[in-house]
């Protein structure tokens, strides 16, 4: 993909379902909110790109329903919240090999990693109101 942001017809080609089915999701997956410029027009990333892929296959392919997809996305994202979290730079030198001078950054990198989480989790605390 070479762009910024698609429109929902874009979207809809990408994913061979019709607009009013995207529309639905957003609904129904209150995670999935792309940007609307004026209000009206939706402006879809990659990674809402890649979010409705895993919607489609979940519930297409799968067979989950809505309730079960919201469900499996959440554990999914939960999952790799607590990984992020509970990573330990000890930990990722065993796993990896890493020296103590790559340690020490990866120390670093576990705080800025844990930092920037707490700060998405503001985002979208204040992203909800």
Same mark, same amino acid.
């Given at each position: 993909?070479?762009?910024?942001?698609?429109?929902?017809?874009?979207? /809809?080609?990408?994913?061979?379902?019709?607009?009013?089915?995207?529309?639905?999701?957003?609904?129904?997956?209150?995670?999935?909110?792309?940007?609307?410029?004026?209000?009206?027009?939706?402006?879809?990333?990659?990674?809402?790109?890649?979010?409705?892929?895993?919607? %489609? &296959?979940?519930?297409?392919?799968? %067979?989950?329903?809505?309730?079960?997809?919201?469900?499996?996305?959440?554990?999914?994202?939960?999952?790799?919240?607590?990984?992020?979290?509970?990573?330990?730079?000890?930990?990722? /030198?065993?796993?990896?090999?890493?020296?103590?001078?790559?340690? &020490?950054?990866?120390?670093?990198?576990?705080?800025?990693?844990?930092?920037?989480?707490?700060? %998405? %989790?503001?985002?979208?605390?204040? &992203?909800?109101?």
């Amino acid at each position: 993909m070479d762009k910024y942001y698609y429109t929902i017809g874009e979207v /809809s080609n990408l994913l061979a379902v019709k607009p009013h089915v995207i529309r639905y999701w957003e609904t129904e997956f209150t995670f999935l909110r792309p940007k609307k410029k004026g209000g009206r027009i939706r402006k879809f990333s990659e990674s809402h790109i890649e979010m409705l892929k895993k919607i %489609k &296959n979940l519930l297409y392919t799968q %067979k989950f329903t809505i309730e079960g997809a919201r469900q499996k996305l959440k554990q999914e994202r939960d999952l790799i919240h607590t990984i992020a979290e509970d990573a330990k730079p000890e930990q990722l /030198s065993l796993d990896l090999g890493l020296s103590s001078e790559q340690t &020490n950054c990866a120390s670093i990198l576990a705080e800025v990693r844990s930092e920037l989480c707490k700060l %998405k %989790k503001l985002c979208n605390q204040y &992203n909800r109101k």
